[in-house]
């Protein structure tokens, strides 16, 4: 796609992603006010174990099939990618509802509704199955967006007719489950109509499982405790807490989930010019996207620094007047967050330095865990806040760390003026050696 072309192709994922933050403007000022902090803070807590099975399920599957499909040349060739992801979700599936019902269990708050934690197992193994990796890869990036769309759709007019008061919170999962499976039907359906039935099959499987675990690695890393960060709060705080934390973590994957539309351009783009041998175009589109997701960052931190005390206790009501601290707290992840979506997805992903990623990963989800054992007994939501800025920071200099040595760093724009500066104060000659890109 040449600038313009993809200039259009990203408005309009951005404009689908739109719906999903007007049908969150609508849905959680009303879970705040109609459940309470208690019932939304489990309503919560579910949803963050939803996402973890979630992770699991999907087991680094979409950014190697989506890297896959991008490459393929044939209708065959993407079915036979296509057949063989879903046999992998599957089999991945069946032990991610089995590590949701004892988590299930395992959790206080959790634990004394149960019906509430199997549905969110069950809608993170419906959401794990779906195909909007098959359709990016593809380069059918409005499909997925407008089967999302209605999705929002649906769920919204569920909640809104089944949702009364704090007892009837597990409407809220069922709602969204029921959401979920008619948004696969539709998606499964299509995809069956373009390239055919999927040929189910354990050959391959143990195969694609190994050629993922480095990029689970790293979201088991840095994702999986991030999106488990309410769960895990449950094992260590008071109800009250996971609601004021939960909530302000509601925004901040707000502003998160805004970076993941870029993604969805970025990565089979990249991937198909340096499989093309495009370096020079790959390299531009790079710092493209370089540009747009630092940018956002620095602009995400200034509004949450200065808007969260007075947005939160308008949107959810006074009672919720804490989570504007923790928002604040949570302010300082988005520039690192930023970097560290850059560098994973549109220089390591594309160029497969999946190892380097998952070690990182690994580390920095350490330090996340480490800062949130020791914090958050002691400070509640701002100790649980302040481990997340934690592993976000290590892990951006982890991955600074990384792209120095092999020469990528080239692709950050600026960067390499300032690491040639360094050498210079530091009395270090500067080798004048091209960006290593694969």
């Known amino acids: 796609m040449d600038r313009r072309e993809n200039a259009n192709v990203i408005a309009f994922v951005y404009g689908g992603y739109l719906m999903r933050y007007v049908y969150l403007i609508i849905v ?32 680094g599957f979409t950014f ?47 634990s004394e509704r149960p019906v509430i934690g199997l549905l969110a197992t069950l809608l993170g193994v419906v959401s794990g199955l779906n195909l909007g990796w098959l359709f990016q890869g593809r380069q059918h ?14 769920s919204l007019v569920l909640v809104l007719n089944l949702v009364r008061g704090p007892e009837d919170s597990v409407w809220v999962l069922a709602s969204l489950l029921v959401s979920g499976v008619a948004s696969s039907v539709i998606s499964y359906g299509l995809t069956t109509f373009q390239l ?29 405790l991030t999106a488990s960060s309410t769960y895990l709060l449950t094992l260590l705080s008071t109800p009250a807490q996971v609601g004021y934390f939960g909530a302000a973590e509601r925004f901040a994957t707000i502003g998160l989930a805004l970076m993941g539309p870029a993604s969805q351009v970025f990565i089979p783009t990249i991937s198909r010019q340096l499989a093309q041998g495009d370096k020079d175009g790959a390299q531009a589109t790079t710092r493209r996207g370089a540009t747009l997701l630092m940018g956002y960052g620095l602009l995400i931190l200034c509004g949450a620094l200065t808007l ?17 601290r923790v928002l604040q707290v949570f302010a300082w992840m988005f520039p690192f967050a930023a970097f560290n979506e850059f560098v994973a997805f549109y220089v390591f ?86 960006a290593k890109d694969e």
């Open 196 to 224: 055919g039935w999927p040929r189910l099959k354990l050959a391959g499987v143990v195969p694609l499982v190994r050629s993922s675990t480095m990029l689970f690695c790293y979201s088991s890393g840095s994702v999986v």
């Open 28 to 59: 959680v000022p009303f879970y705040g006010r109609i459940l309470g902090v208690a019932e939304y803070g489990r309503v919560l807590a579910s949803m963050s174990l939803m996402n973890v099975i979630w992770m699991l399920v999907g087991y």
């Open 141 to 154: 990036f409005r499909t997925p967006i407008m089967i999302e769309v209605f999705g929002f759709a649906l």
């Open 308 to 324: 969260s005390p007075f947005m939160l206790p308008l949107v959810l009501g006074a009672a919720f007047e804490p989570s504007a």
């Open 349 to 434: 992903v594309p160029r497969r330095k999946d190892r380097l990623l998952a070690i990182a990963g690994v580390v920095s989800g350490a330090a996340n865990l480490a800062a949130a054992l020791y914090l958050a007994p002691r400070y509640g939501a701002i100790g649980m806040a302040s481990a997340r800025v934690i592993g976000e920071i290590t892990l951006a200099a982890m991955l600074m760390g990384i792209m120095i040595r092999l020469e990528l760093i080239c692709l950050v724009p600026g960067a390499e003026r300032a690491v040639e500066m360094v050498r210079v104060a530091c009395g270090v000659r500067a080798q004048a050696r091209a």
């Open 64 to 110: 190697v099939g989506m890297r896959e499909v991008s490459k393929a040349q044939s209708v065959a060739g993407c079915n036979a990618i296509y057949s063989l992801h879903v046999s992998a979700r599957l089999l991945l599936g069946v032990l991610g509802g089995c590590i949701g019902i004892a988590a299930t269990m395992c959790s206080p708050v959790l």
